[in-house]
């Protein structure tokens, strides 16, 4: 086992640093913040041990900037590295770099993020593994031609998806030819904005589909074990807003088997460190695969809570070396999390930037409030617009439901707008309270906008 770490440098910001600091300091291991000059004033700036400016406001020039973070790595004396999630957390050249300079990435090995960062190669894989997966040949398509031609065979409804996407971007449902042209240039046009690759593939569209992901955790020495589900399928444009475990669509019998395939994904690239699996499940519970995320993901504190583990700790003992103890975890309770975005629900989620003028966050047994925020902050207009999240955790779901309202009535925020409102809208929906929504049910309420 090799040693462990004497200092970390964490390269992210805002919740997911403050996070990843909090757990580093329970360990004895000191770290370093990186931020840009936008974020001079944030939490996670203040906590660590050490901050390094590293650039303008501009992500490109920043957060996303190998040279200035290995730059800082280097000024500091940081012997790992830790991604958080977004930015580089899924980058397999920068995972190369710190390889190549021996810093840990603490995280997969390249090669592994490689393999499941391209949507076609992760299909394949799954594929060769036994894993069930959406209807379609994988294959990259050459022109829009040749897509109505796979969709006529394939038959109506289709997504459109980019193989190299992410966070809803470069998706499209098209449910007849005449769509398809349309579709197929708006997607390509926004994957090639977004990701720089505005390579395409077509899959069977899985009607009202759940989206239930399940978390791994793979050591170095071939064990991989699963941590239960969580359910995402509250959603916006395919952004994820809510999200709860155990899932109140699941059965035994279905966590069994989904559990067990997430295994079996992650087996198939021996994969290092904690990741998820994340399926479509259709009404009558068949579970498609639909693609890995190889790192931490931001509703993680859903499963924290329910089998009252640190998935953080996992990922820095994993990444020095400590093998997996103990066998797949199962909820012990119900959690939920709702992501609060400084976004005006009732003018299409707007972001809303700007100086938080009072700030007082939910409290009480089982109530968890994950943030970087404070009264006094200013949002800055150049990142994700989450602030921060709330989480429960209680003996039921319907527990968890109540105990959610009476902390989103607790949780003030002053000049900004935020999305408080809409999660109390939504805790008080019948459907949401009988578990009867899957990931297009928030796409056909009335929401009670120009409030």
């Not at 989103?408 to 019948?430: A, C, N, R, S, Y």
Request: with cysteine; hydrophobic share 35%.
């Amino acid at each position: 086992m090799a040693e462990k770490f004497k200092k970390i440098l964490i390269a992210n910001r805002g919740e997911i640093a403050l996070r990843i600091i909090r757990t580093c300091r329970e360990m004895g291991i000191k770290t370093v913040a990186i931020y840009s000059t936008a974020d001079r004033e944030s939490l996670h700036v203040r906590f660590a041990d050490e901050a390094v400016c590293i650039g303008p406001p501009a992500s490109s020039e920043s957060y996303l900037s190998i040279p200035k973070i290995m730059a800082a790595v280097e000024i500091t004396n940081a012997d790992a590295v830790h991604p958080g999630y977004g930015f580089l957390s899924e980058n397999a050249d920068f995972a190369e770099v710190c390889q190549e300079y021996g810093i840990k990435f603490i995280g997969p090995r390249p090669e592994q993020i490689r393999r499941m960062g391209d949507k076609i190669t992760a299909k394949d894989t799954m594929i060769k593994a036994k894993v069930p997966v959406v209807p379609g040949n994988g294959e990259l398509l050459k022109s829009a031609a040749d897509g109505l031609e796979q969709a006529a065979a394939m038959g109506y409804p289709v997504m459109i998806k980019a193989t190299a996407g992410g966070g809803g971007k470069g998706m499209r449902i098209i449910n007849s030819k005449e769509e398809f042209q349309r579709a197929w240039d708006s997607a390509r046009a926004e994957a090639k904005a977004a990701f720089g690759n505005d390579g395409m593939y077509l899959e069977k569209y899985i009607t009202k589909p759940r989206h239930i992901e399940i978390q791994i955790i793979g050591d170095q020495y071939g064990k991989v074990i699963h941590l239960s589900e969580r359910d995402c399928s509250v959603q916006r444009r395919h952004q994820k807003l809510v999200e709860e475990c155990p899932s109140p669509f699941m059965t035994d019998e279905l966590r069994e088997k989904m559990g067990q395939a997430a295994i079996e994904a992650g087996k198939a690239i021996n994969y290092e460190g904690v990741g998820t699996v994340e399926f479509l499940v259709d009404a009558d519970r068949n579970f498609y695969f639909m693609e890995m995320n190889t790192r931490i993901q931001v509703e993680h504190p859903v499963t924290e809570e329910v089998i009252d583990h640190d998935l953080i700790k996992e990922q820095i003992k994993i990444a020095y070396g400590e093998p997996l103890s103990g066998a797949n975890y199962y909820p012990k309770s119900h959690a939920i999390e709702c992501r609060i975005n400084a976004e005006d629900p009732w003018n299409s989620f707007r972001p809303s930037p700007g100086k938080i003028s009072s700030f007082h966050s939910s409290k009480g047994q089982g109530v968890r409030v994950d943030t970087h925020v404070y009264a006094g902050y200013t949002i800055p207009p150049f990142y994700d617009s989450m602030i921060a999240k709330l989480i429960v955790r209680a003996p039921t779901r319907q527990e968890a439901i109540t105990k959610m309202e009476r902390a989103l009535d607790e949780f003030i925020i002053e000049g900004v707008k935020t999305t408080v409102p809409f999660h109390q809208w939504l805790m008080k929906q019948q459907d949401f309270r009988d578990g009867n929504f899957d990931t297009g049910w928030l796409g056909q309420q009335e929401l009670p906008e120009g409030k």
